[in-house]
C-alpha cells in the first residue's frame, strides 16, 4: 500500500496537469475568439450605419407600394386587353367569313342574274323573231288575199268583154263588174276589198288591175 501510494498521487497529479493544460488551451482559444470577435464589432458598426444610410424613407416605400399597386393594376388592364382583343379577332375572323359567304352568295346572284338577263334576252330576240315572222306571215296573207282579189277583179274584166263585146280599150267600171263577183263577206255587193285598205283601179281590159299598196300586184303576163 505505501508503494503504490506515490504511484497514484503521481497519476493523480499528472491528471491535474492535464486538466489544467486542457483548460488554459481552451481559455486561450475563447480569448483568442473573443479578440477577433472585438475586432469585428466596428465592422458591423460601419456595416450598420451604411445599412441605415442606405435605408428607404417610409414616404418612398409607400410610393413603391403604390407604384406596385399600379403596376398591378395596369398588368390586369393589359389582361383583359389582351382578352377583349383576342375576343375582337375570333369576331373579325367571324365577320370575315360571314363577309366572304355574302360576297359569293352575291356573286352566285349576279350570275344567276346575269344568266336570266341572258335568257330573257334570248327569249326577247325568240318572241321578236316569233313577232316579225307572224308580221311577215299576215303580209304575206293579206298580199296573197289581195292579189286572189285582183285575180278576181281580172277575171270578171274578160268576162264582162266577152258578154258585152268589148274591145282591149274599154274600161269598166265597178258597177259593170258587179254582177261577176259572187256575194260574200267581202261586202253587199261582192266587190273584192284589199284586207290592207289598198283601193283598186280596174284599168282598161288589155292592163291588169292594180292595188294601191306596193307588193300587191298580178304577176305580168
Sequence with gaps: MK???PWILAVALLAGLVFLYSTTR???ADLAQLRQDNEEIPKLHAEIDELKKAAVPADEVTRLRKDNEDLLRLRNEVRKLRDQSSQFSNQLVT???RQSQVQQQAQQQQQQAAQLAAENQS???TQQSQAAIQVQAAAKAQTDACINNL????GAKQQWALENKKTANAVPTFDDLTPYFRPGPQGASGVPVCPSGGVYTLNALNALPTCSIPGHALPKQ
Design 26 to 28: 481552451q481559455k486561450d
Design 95 to 97: 365577320a370575315q367569313a
Design 123 to 125: 327569249l326577247r330576240q
Design 3 to 5: 508503494t503504490a501510494l
Design 151 to 154: 285575180r278576181q277583179i281580172d
